[in-house]
């Protein structure tokens, strides 16, 4: 056999299938981007309001949860696992952290801190689920979102709590030059979240790890610790989103984050992440949060309804793990 009929090799293959993989979510995330532009074109003529400084500076509000929320899950996914419990972990951060400074007489920064922590150990027992204990990670979240909102309930009385200090309201609707302070928010945990993915080891191990985690095992990779870890962050993370939508509008909601893991899990998988593991980035799901964002602040400037825009996120999650499984598959045919 020739040199120029020579069947690639296992080494040719993994590379060529990873610069495919690559390729593949590039070509998600620049469809979504398109995606992006194009909504927001769209909404700014037909929707008046929608280009207003009022509902700009809102549009970044609400986004600023979701896309804070979205990093680290997208460290979750890439790993391989899920996390279907921020929405809860959120509302639990969030009532926690205005009780401290209702109840108890904490300043806002120790009661943000307080609410990022509780986030933080109900992502601790996420990890510990899935690593130690071995459940899947939709099962172990699926009960934290289960007994999140249990907790949620338990200490509020299923009644709002106010009382936190007017300052409190700086986090979700302050201005800081002529950024509003929650897009500054989404800035520093996205570059933070780039770092950790791009410049550290838990980045690193978590792409293999979600593209291989026997492989990842036997390679030496303390896969326990680094599991637990990425939950621990999406957890951390979730309790940050919980803490911005409470000081939007000063107060503990128990309701609050209901349904929101969903907005959060379709923007990582909008923003080209693979919900099979080993692939995803922070500025893809970015990108995903913020069209997320758009459709639902767009849908309520023409009188479109929650139930509709369920509908319409669902279809879109459809779609992009549709195409993210179309893909793979048209890869593993390449390979074999």
């Known amino acids: 056999m020739t040199e120029q009929t020579k069947a690639p090799s296992n080494g ?44 700009l500076f809102n549009l970044g509000s609400q986004t600023s949860v979701n ?16 996390d279907l419990s921020v929405g809860s972990v959120a509302a639990l951060s969030g009532v926690i952290g205005v009780l401290l400074m209702a109840e108890y007489g904490f300043n806002p920064l120790l009661g943000i801190v307080g609410g990022l922590v509780v986030g933080a150990l109900a992502g601790l027992v996420n990890g510990l689920l899935v690593s130690v204990v071995g459940l899947p990670p939709f099962i172990a979240t699926l009960g934290m979102l289960s007994v ?11 009644v709002a709590v106010f009382g936190a200090p007017d300052s409190f309201r700086l986090l979700g609707q302050g201005i ?22 791009t410049r550290t080891r838990l980045g690193r191990y978590a792409y293999v790890m979600g593209s291989n985690m026997e492989a990842a095992r036997l390679s030496g990779v303390p896969v326990k610790r680094y599991i637990t870890s990425v939950y621990v962050l999406s957890g951390a993370l979730a309790g940050l989103g919980g803490m911005i939508a409470a000081s939007r509008i000063n107060s503990g909601q128990p309701n609050f984050g209901e349904g929101l893991e969903l907005d959060v899990i379709a923007a990582v998988v909008i923003g080209g992440a693979s919900l099979f593991g080993g692939r995803g980035t922070v500025l893809g799901s970015l990108i995903g949060a913020f069209l997320v964002a758009v459709i639902r602040n ?9 139930f509709y825009q369920n509908v319409l996120i669902g279809v879109i999650i459809w779609l992009a793990v549709w195409w993210d499984y179309y893909q793979r598959r048209k890869l593993g045919g390449d390979a074999g």
């Open 12 to 55: 040719d293959r993994g590379l060529l299938g990873g610069l495919s993989d690559r390729l593949s979510g590039a070509i998600s995330q620049v469809a979504a981007a398109g995606a992006l532009i194009v909504v927001f074109i769209l909404l700014s003529i037909v929707a008046p309001s929608f280009l207003t400084a009022d509902n």
């Open 67 to 82: 896309a804070v929320m979205a990093v680290g899950v997208t460290l979750v996914i890439i790993t391989g696992g899920i």
């Open 148 to 158: 999140g909102r249990g907790l949620v309930l338990i200490a509020t009385g299923a």
């Open 176 to 197: 800081l030059g002529i950024l509003p302070i929650p897009v500054l928010l989404i800035i520093v945990v996205a570059l933070l979240g780039y770092v950790v993915l």
């Open 298 to 306: 767009g849908a309520v400037q023409l009188n479109i309804g929650t």
